[in-house]
């Protein structure tokens, strides 16, 4: 890793303890379709089945410091789902691992979306709790000068309770558009002091928009095109991603995607036995030169099937 990156993320991270607090912006990814879960609340239950979505990605592959220690962001994440009827909605699990650098977030989700049927379609009101547990090793760090009093020298981990809000709305036209946020409260962590400096954990309150259409081409019914959209923001900084996929048969899929002013994306999946498995490459735009990023999502999703016993009645009139 160049000498400049080296000092870039330095430059951060005690700009980050300047202002006393330290807090990171929530993982972006490629094959967002299959994230819904995690950013959206009110997304749980909403396909009428169990569904299991999960994405492995490590961002600019290769990417090291200069003491050969990988930096470049990892990302790990599964979230499963389900109608209930009993609470007129459905009920919904993510959990996630976020590496960057020397730090690593693990947060679990539990998400309970409302379903109000409306004419048009299927609207998801939901509220979730995000629990994160944000460790850095500071012990890692190289400053500039040796002993610096206002970097610490040991791992410091906290633990924060935060809330997530989000509408789903899946039409009967095959289109849906889901607005959410999630971090609501931007919950602080325990005080973690060093020499004349206070340094705090802070969640990252983050808006999120989406919106998809599935049509089948009119003189290839096989063919299914489905453009989508994601729109992510703290209020600091948006990202912006536009995709195309092309679904073949219900069995291939390929398309590409676009992260304005960072990226250029390339996907393929292929579906089998209830099974999506999908993989992209990210072929990055930036003027700095940073290697590509690998993407992995697998997919399941599955009614229960509830065999109900046969009952048999001594009464002649109903044999």
Known sequence: MPTAWGKFLLFILVMGMTTGLLAQQEPAFTQYTSSYMYVNAGYAGLNQGICIHSIARQQWAGFKDEDGNKIAPQDFMITADAPVTAIHGGAGLSIIQDKLGFETNVGVRFSYSYHLQLEAGVLGMGLGINLLNRSIDFSKFKPVQSNDPVLLNSKQSAMMLDANLGFFFKSNSNYYIGLSATNLLESQGKDLSTSGTTIRYQTDRTFYLVAGYSFALPSHH??????????????????????????????????????????????????????NFGYSYDISTLSMGVPGSHEITLSYCFKLKINKNKTSYKNTRYL
């Open 222 to 275: 096989r063919f299914e095109i489905q453009p989508s959209l994601l729109i992510q923001s703290d209020l600091v900084s948006t990202q912006y991603n536009i995709s195309t996929v092309v679904n073949y048969n219900n069995r291939f899929w390929g398309g590409i995607n676009y992260r304005y002013q960072e990226s250029v994306a390339i996907m393929v999946g292929v579906y089998y036995q209830g099974f």
